[in-house]
Protein backbone atom coordinates (compact mmCIF):
# COMPACT_ATOMS: atom_id res chain seq x y z
CA UNK A 1 0.00 0.00 0.00
CA UNK A 2 2.67 2.51 1.06
CA UNK A 3 4.73 1.85 -2.16
CA UNK A 4 1.85 2.02 -4.68
CA UNK A 5 1.00 5.66 -2.62
CA UNK A 6 4.63 6.64 -3.30
CA UNK A 7 4.62 5.39 -6.87
CA UNK A 8 1.43 7.80 -7.35
CA UNK A 9 2.81 10.28 -5.25
CA UNK A 10 6.09 10.56 -7.72
CA UNK A 11 4.00 10.28 -10.62
CA UNK A 12 1.74 12.89 -9.97
CA UNK A 13 4.88 15.31 -9.12
CA UNK A 14 6.76 14.49 -11.97
CA UNK A 15 3.26 15.90 -13.94
CA UNK A 16 3.07 18.89 -12.21
CA UNK A 17 6.49 19.66 -12.59
CA UNK A 18 6.63 19.16 -16.75
CA UNK A 19 3.36 20.65 -17.27
CA UNK A 20 4.58 24.49 -16.50
CA UNK A 21 7.03 23.37 -18.90
CA UNK A 22 5.38 22.70 -21.86
CA UNK A 23 2.81 25.60 -21.10
CA UNK A 24 5.58 27.94 -21.81
CA UNK A 25 6.80 26.89 -24.89
CA UNK A 26 4.75 28.77 -27.65
CA UNK A 27 5.15 31.79 -25.70
CA UNK A 28 8.62 31.59 -26.45
CA UNK A 29 7.87 30.41 -30.23
CA UNK A 30 5.72 33.21 -30.45
CA UNK A 31 8.29 36.18 -29.29
CA UNK A 32 11.29 34.47 -31.57
CA UNK A 33 8.53 34.30 -34.69
CA UNK A 34 7.54 37.89 -33.85
CA UNK A 35 11.23 39.03 -33.76
CA UNK A 36 12.11 37.15 -37.29
CA UNK A 37 8.87 39.08 -38.31
CA UNK A 38 10.37 42.30 -37.25
CA UNK A 39 13.59 41.89 -38.58
CA UNK A 40 12.03 40.95 -41.98
CA UNK A 41 9.79 43.93 -42.06
CA UNK A 42 13.52 46.11 -40.90
CA UNK A 43 15.50 44.40 -43.96
CA UNK A 44 12.67 45.18 -46.36
CA UNK A 45 12.38 48.60 -45.26
CA UNK A 46 16.23 48.84 -45.78
CA UNK A 47 16.07 47.54 -49.41
CA UNK A 48 13.22 49.85 -49.77
CA UNK A 49 15.42 52.78 -49.23
CA UNK A 50 18.17 51.75 -51.13
CA UNK A 51 16.11 51.61 -54.37
CA UNK A 52 14.80 54.88 -53.67
CA UNK A 53 18.07 55.81 -53.32
CA UNK A 54 19.13 54.56 -56.70
CA UNK A 55 16.46 55.60 -58.61
CA UNK A 56 17.10 59.79 -57.58
CA UNK A 57 20.31 58.99 -58.35
CA UNK A 58 19.54 57.32 -61.67
CA UNK A 59 17.03 60.56 -61.67
CA UNK A 60 19.45 62.94 -61.67
CA UNK A 61 22.52 61.63 -63.62
CA UNK A 62 20.09 61.49 -66.65
CA UNK A 63 19.67 65.54 -66.00
CA UNK A 64 21.90 67.55 -68.59
CA UNK A 65 24.97 69.16 -66.46
CA UNK A 66 23.67 72.32 -66.35
CA UNK A 67 20.44 71.10 -65.12
CA UNK A 68 22.33 68.49 -62.49
CA UNK A 69 24.01 71.79 -61.71
CA UNK A 70 20.57 73.85 -60.56
CA UNK A 71 19.48 70.39 -59.10
CA UNK A 72 22.53 70.75 -56.61
CA UNK A 73 21.76 74.63 -55.98
CA UNK A 74 18.18 73.74 -55.21
CA UNK A 75 18.80 71.17 -52.78
CA UNK A 76 21.37 72.69 -51.13
CA UNK A 77 18.98 75.76 -50.91
CA UNK A 78 16.27 73.91 -49.39
CA UNK A 79 18.20 72.07 -47.00
CA UNK A 80 19.77 75.43 -45.69
CA UNK A 81 16.48 76.84 -45.41
CA UNK A 82 14.78 73.67 -43.67
CA UNK A 83 17.38 73.44 -41.15
CA UNK A 84 17.44 77.16 -39.67
CA UNK A 85 13.40 77.06 -39.13
CA UNK A 86 12.00 77.35 -36.21
CA UNK A 87 9.94 73.99 -34.09
CA UNK A 88 6.25 74.85 -34.52
CA UNK A 89 4.64 76.85 -32.05
CA UNK A 90 3.08 73.96 -30.11
CA UNK A 91 6.48 72.00 -30.19
CA UNK A 92 8.05 75.03 -28.34
CA UNK A 93 4.90 75.27 -25.91
CA UNK A 94 5.15 71.52 -24.75
CA UNK A 95 8.88 71.58 -24.18
CA UNK A 96 8.33 75.15 -22.21
CA UNK A 97 5.59 73.43 -19.96
CA UNK A 98 7.45 70.36 -19.23
CA UNK A 99 10.84 71.88 -18.38
CA UNK A 100 12.86 71.17 -21.38
Not at 21 to 35: F, I, T
Not at 36 to 61: N, P, S, T, V
Not at 77 to 93: A, D, G, H, M, T
Amino acid sequence: MKRARSLRYYLVMGLLLILPLSACGPKYQAARDQRQHEKRLEQRRKEGERAMQQARQRHIRGQSPETQRRMKETRRKSESLNNNRRSPFYVRWYNAIRGR
